[in-house]
Every structure is written in structure tokens, then in C-alpha cells.
């Protein structure tokens, strides 16, 4: 084998295993950071702590307070804000009509009651007959609840109407 000849045997080497797959490394370490900018773009339902402090928001401003008691491991909660909340949280249409939160019914979790209370977020769950995630609740101040509730999503199509009909009807209530 001349020099020259091993010269390029040693190139082909190098391209094939070696520059292949640090340009296929520096391409996935690319594709990563792009997805974590764009996961970090994702925004989430906001969590509740204090449903006291939600009160005295829908109270002030003549909203219904709507409830969502959802699962980390729950793809149909996921699919219900994906959808349907986190959309209705940015369209200007809702603003004067409700206040979307969610309680995570995973364990360890606490929330305050409307009577200022701390409990378990399964116990507060079990206050309203909620055991299957997602459920909707329209939740006056009070936390006395004014509308019908969603439980489940069963239809794409026509759950927007079902979420804005129960929202309607809410609203006569308060």
C-alpha cells in the first residue's frame, strides 16, 4: 500500500466513522436545544393554590370560575387544555366571562379552600363527587357549582359548544 493510497484509506475512515458521527451528534444536540426552546414556549394550564385569592378575582370582576381537576398521566387532560382551555385562557372573547384554572389530583398535592383551608386535593375532589379527570367545574365565588359539568371529552367537535353552553348558563346564575 503506497501513501497516498493509505492517506485515503485513512480519510474514508475518518468521514466514515468518525466525521459522520460527530456531524450526526452536532445535528441531534441542535434538534434537542430547538425542542426544549419550543417546550419551553408551551404554555400550561395555571395550577391552583389558594382558591380563596381566585374568589375574590371572580367575585370582582362577575366571572364563573372554571375548574378543571385533572392527572400528569391523563392524555385526555391534556388533550381537553390543548384544545379547548389554554385556548379559551388567550381569546379576548372570555375574558369577561370566566377564570380557567386546574387542580392536579396527583398525589401530595394541597390546594386552600374557599374557606380557607388547607386539604388534600384528592379530598377537595371528593367535596364535589369528582373521580374521573377531566372534569369541568362552573364554580360561582362561593365555590357553589352553577353549571352543568363536563366530565370526560367525548366529542372534538362539539365540546367547545358543550364547555361555551355550561359557561352561558353559568353566567345567568351568578
Not at 352553577?146 to 372534538?156: A, D, K, N, T
Amino acid at each position: 500500500m503506497t501513501l497516498r493510497s493509505w492517506q485515503l484509506t485513512a480519510s474514508r475512515f475518518c468521514a466514515r466513522f468518525i466525521g459522520y458521527p460527530l456531524i450526526l451528534a452536532a445535528a441531534m444536540l441542535t434538534w434537542g436545544a430547538a425542542s426544549s426552546a419550543e417546550s419551553s414556549d408551551i404554555i400550561n394550564m395555571q395550577q391552583i393554590s389558594d382558591l380563596r385569592q381566585e374568589a375574590e378575582i371572580v367575585r370582582a370582576r362577575n366571572l364563573v370560575l372554571v375548574l378543571e381537576f385533572s392527572r400528569e398521566d391523563c392524555p385526555y387532560c391534556r388533550k381537553l387544555e390543548k384544545l379547548f382551555l389554554l385556548p379559551m385562557q388567550r381569546n379576548a372573547h372570555y375574558d369577561d366571562k370566566i377564570l380557567v384554572r386546574s387542580i392536579s389530583l396527583d398525589a401530595n398535592e394541597t390546594v386552600i379552600d374557599f374557606a380557607g383551608r388547607s386539604v388534600a386535593t384528592d379530598q377537595f375532589a371528593t367535596r364535589y363527587g369528582v373521580s374521573m379527570t377531566p372534569t369541568l367545574l362552573f364554580l360561582n365565588p362561593d365555590g357553589v357549582e352553577i353549571g352543568e359539568r363536563l366530565v370526560g371529552i367525548w366529542s372534538e367537535d362539539f365540546y367547545g359548544y358543550f364547555i361555551d353552553s355550561r359557561i352561558d348558563a353559568a353566567r345567568e346564575s351568578l
